[in-house]
């Protein structure tokens, strides 16, 4: 189930997933979606934050009072309400080949 369909879910809400727009950063790869991903396991990388503007990320000075709870708190329930077709069986998660992930 990729951003399509996730965006499907989200029809009439002020949300939307996007693609990756950090594609350099290597999101994917540096979490454990990677490793699940090759084990056929679904695994969507899903980021709160701005990485390109965000001045604390990854920072020493990276801490709680530093997140966008609100932002956080809205991405929670976007994901909640786009996963409701996958939770209620009408849609599948889609899987990448897992020889294309290295």
Not at 32 to 39: H, I, K, Q
Not at 72 to 99: E, F, H, M
Request: hydrophobic share 35%.
């Amino acid at each position: 189930m990729g951003t399509k369909s996730l965006n499907k879910n989200l029809a009439g809400t002020q949300f939307k997933f996007n693609p990756d727009p950090y594609p350099k950063q290597n999101l994917f790869y540096r979490s454990d979606n990677a490793t699940l991903a090759r084990l056929g396991v679904p695994a969507h990388t899903i980021s709160t934050d701005e990485i390109d503007i965000d001045k604390f990320y990854h920072t020493v000075n990276d801490e709680v009072e530093t997140l966008d709870m609100k932002n956080i708190t809205s991405t929670i329930r976007a994901i909640a309400l786009s996963a409701q077709s996958i939770v209620n069986g009408t849609d599948a998660p889609t899987r990448i080949d897992k020889a294309t992930v290295r």
